[in-house]
């Protein structure tokens, strides 16, 4: 089953609205990644983070890992249509893979 | 361009035969994933290989195999032993398994 749990399952908001999603691990995460795949498309590689309480920025994401390094959060200011799309975390698993989270599904409405 | 290349893009196959879906990376990566997605769903492990003539089962191997002859190549089988075959498959490497995965652009099956 899934090593990580991601909500929301899905989030309707308005151009301009911000958006937040949601990662959490029952156990302790060596590093998160997540993933951003637009409609019809194929997951692209945003970024990874390692550190416990870490944040990193990309214009207008902001990427946080928490301090017990067992939860994430991607955060959207401003949310654009091109924002469109599915948002996935995935983490380590048994040390031999990555595992993705169900994803979350972003839908703007200009 | 480096690279990874799924073929084909689009696939139909009459329900009870065989069918292999191409993966081919140019990157010099060791790591290589197949994942399948269902509509609306998200990514499910089927194999992955850590390095040549070696691979593991995902979550949901069943009916399903692969080969690492090449670094380059990992070739998955959709056997008629799959019950519910028809689906978006994506093929993924990496230069390790913590490190950031680049897809293929997908293959999408559909068995009638």
């Known amino acids: 089953g899934q090593q990580v749990m991601q909500i929301p399952q899905y989030q309707h908001v308005q151009e301009g609205e911000d958006f937040t999603t949601y990662c959490n691990s029952s156990?302790?995460?060596?590093?998160i990644q997540w993933y951003k795949q637009r409609p019809g498309g194929h997951p692209v590689f945003l970024i990874q983070l390692v550190k416990s309480g870490e944040v990193k920025k990309q214009k207008r994401l902001t990427f946080q890992f928490g301090e017990a390094k067992k939860n994430s959060s991607l955060h959207i200011t401003a949310t654009q249509t091109t924002d469109v799309g599915t948002y996935f975390c995935?983490?380590?698993?048994?040390?031999?893979?990555?595992?993705f989270g169900a994803g979350t599904r972003l839908t703007v409405k200009p | 361009d480096g690279g990874i290349t799924q073929s084909p893009k689009y696939l139909f196959r009459k329900e009870g035969q065989n069918v292999t879906l191409s993966c081919e990376q140019n990157?010099?990566?060791?790591?290589m994933y197949w994942y399948r997605q269902d509509p609306g769903q998200g990514l499910r492990l089927i194999y992955y290989s850590q390095i040549v003539n070696d691979f593991q089962k995902g979550d949901i191997a069943e009916g399903y195999s692969v080969s690492r002859e090449k670094k380059e190549s990992f070739p998955l089988t959709v056997t008629s032993a799959q019950k519910n075959p028809t689906a978006f498959y994506l093929c993924?490497?990496?230069?390790?398994?913590?490190?950031?995965?680049?897809f293929g652009q997908g293959t999408r099956l559909t068995v009638v």
């Open positions: 156990t302790t995460l060596s590093n």
């Open positions: 995935a983490g380590p698993y048994n040390n031999n893979d990555m595992r």
């Open positions: 993924a490497s990496s230069i390790g398994i913590y490190t950031e995965a680049f």
């Open positions: 990157l010099n990566h060791d790591a």
